[in-house]
């Protein structure tokens, strides 16, 4: 059996990730400047208190306690760069961006160490070749490129931990898998909304059927290895613990964030925008809104203005509706917990390892399509799940094609620098053209022998155009922010080019998930059997 080794892979990615050192990152750079500076230079006391820099810090523990070792690390040179100073602004020089770079690409090393960990667990030579491409297609993903190496995060190090909690449930290590998705929780409270499907199925791991027998011991090793990371990463904060609460769930932001994420809230909000223009610009429109809503809402048009403009210029904060109904976070909840129940029940009735992490990614399209304040970045939440399964059919290879694509595209607006327009877009449509390839190279024949239909045909033929339409996406987005410098038009719609991304994007996310949903709900030959480990 072939050796599966990801070493030549990180040697392989090490110099791009050096030469973009020295590019742009955004204020997230900072963010984690200040998070070092307080951890070092202020009691554990005082970490969720401190407020000197708008940064403050809103990560679970286990990140504090991350982010104070980075902080014990810091040599003299940076140091007397800024690198540890509370201050409202940062103000650091190279030396700062050198450490703090090598911090992440240092922290990514464990990302490799848990994607050759879940290569390690097939045991045929089929399984193996199939992770293997799994496994690449994730440590080289253009997401974790955009986000960490230029944008400036720590997803590789998390999203490493995830991918041990899913290595150990595939080897039925129940108790171990448990421990690093607590980890995990402890790191970045974001992965609460996949706790769903990971409790579901190590509940029903703890259930024996025919005839149904409770694993008593199981369940508790299961719940004290919880219940003891949670006490490590969280008992020293006791007596500060409504602060921490507070810090980590700020339900005073909006809807949608700065900029829209490609989710439903986006296509929401974009309908009320064109239904704001057809009212103001088309009688007959004006007067069936008016019939429809029982009052003239010129004034509301008027008097909410400011905040109306708000979700078109990208600016943090309520947004407010003219046309459609206000959302609140309780439909956002709503929304969200019930598409997560509807993908648990499948997996209580056949919790095998497939079913599982076919739940974890729809928990994951649940929280990023109908969640409250949904960050762009938050895509991998529901790719790197999906990833795991993609290559166990090819009748799946169509929403993940959809998911990737539009997901990727999504986070351009990320970084708007010339110098790193090349690589954003560069790097994502070479690795989407090799590992689309290589994917249909290891990915089975659909299992199903119904011949396809026309309309199965037509839908493959939307599918490629939707993903051939990103092209020129990209083209008409790229020209307007040339132009955008030099036409004054142009810049009083500064959001205009964000908004086709996040609507076009959004589009391709939607149709994903709901063809997803054909295939969890509708093949169950595709979830019958555990995974070819």
Not at 139 to 157: E, T
Not at 400 to 423: C, D, H, Q, R, Y
Not at 453 to 478: A, C, E, F, K
């Amino acid at each position: 059996m072939a050796q599966y080794s990801l070493f030549n892979v990180w040697a392989v990615s090490l110099p791009l990730k050096l030469l973009l050192m020295g590019g742009y990152h955004s204020t997230d750079f900072d963010v984690h400047r200040n998070w070092m500076a307080i951890t070092k230079n202020l009691p554990i006391a005082k970490w969720y208190f401190e407020d000197t820099n708008q940064w403050t810090l809103d990560y679970p523990p286990f990140f504090a306690y991350f982010e104070w070792v980075l902080a014990q690390l810091v040599p003299p040179v940076v140091k007397n760069d800024g690198a540890l100073d509370i201050v409202a602004t940062g103000n650091y020089g190279w030396p700062t961006v050198v450490f703090q770079r090598l911090t992440v690409i240092a922290s990514e090393i464990f990302l490799f160490y848990a994607l050759q960990t879940y290569i390690n667990t097939s045991k045929t030579a089929a399984g193996k070749r199939r992770a293997y491409v799994v496994a690449c297609s994730l440590a080289l993903s253009p997401a974790l490129l955009i986000c960490d190496h230029i944008h400036f995060q720590y997803n590789g190090m998390l999203f490493g931990i995830l991918t041990m909690c899913l290595a150990r449930a595939r080897s039925h290590r129940y108790v171990s898998s448990a421990f690093w998705f607590a980890t995990l929780l402890c790191f970045k409270h974001i992965y609460l909304y996949l706790a769903p499907s990971i409790f579901v199925w190590l509940l029903f791991q703890c259930i024996g059927f025919k005839p149904v027998k409770f694993d008593w011991q199981l369940l508790t090793k299961i719940g004290l290895t919880v219940i003891a990371v949670f006490a490590v990463a969280f008992a020293p904060f006791a007596r500060q613990l409504p602060q921490l609460l507070t810090r980590l769930f700020p339900f005073s932001r909006g809807l949608t964030h700065a900029y829209w994420a490609p989710n439903v809230w986006a296509l929401y909000s974009f309908a009320d925008r064109v239904l704001i223009q057809m009212y103001r610009h088309l009688p007959g429109v004006r007067l069936a809104l008016d019939r429809y809503l029982g009052a003239d809402i010129t004034t509301k048009l008027s008097a909410g203005s400011e905040l109306l403009a708000s979700a078109t210029r990208g600016l943090v904060g309520d947004v407010a509706f003219a046309i459609l109904p206000t959302v609140t976070p309780a439909v956002t909840f709503g929304l969200t917990l019930f598409y997560m129940v509807l993908a648990l029940i499948p997996l209580a009735m056949n919790p095998t390892y497939s079913r599982f992490v076919g739940a974890m990614t729809l928990c994951g399209y649940a929280s990023f399509l109908f969640g409250w304040h949904v960050h762009e970045k938050a895509v991998l939440v529901v790719v790197w799940p999906f990833t795991f399964i993609a290559a166990r059919d090819r009748s799946l290879l169509k929403p993940f094609s959809l998911l990737v694509s539009a997901g990727f595209v999504s986070l351009f607006p990320l970084i708007f620098t010339p110098m790193e327009w090349g690589v954003k877009v560069g790097y994502t449509v070479v690795w989407l053209m090799v590992f689309f390839v290589n994917f249909s190279k290891v990915t089975p024949v659909p299992r199903s022998t119904t011949p396809k239909s026309t309309g199965g045909v037509i839908l493959d033929r939307v599918v490629q155009w939707y993903v051939l339409g990103l092209v020129p996406l990209v083209v008409v987005v790229t020209v307007l922010e040339v132009l955008e410098t030099k036409y004054a038009v142009l810049q009083r719609l500064e959001f205009a080019k964000l908004m086709l991304t996040s609507v076009y994007c959004a589009v391709g996310v939607v149709g994903s998930w709901i063809g997803f949903n054909a295939l969890y709900f509708g093949r169950d030959d595709l979830w019958n059997d555990d995974d070819d480990a």
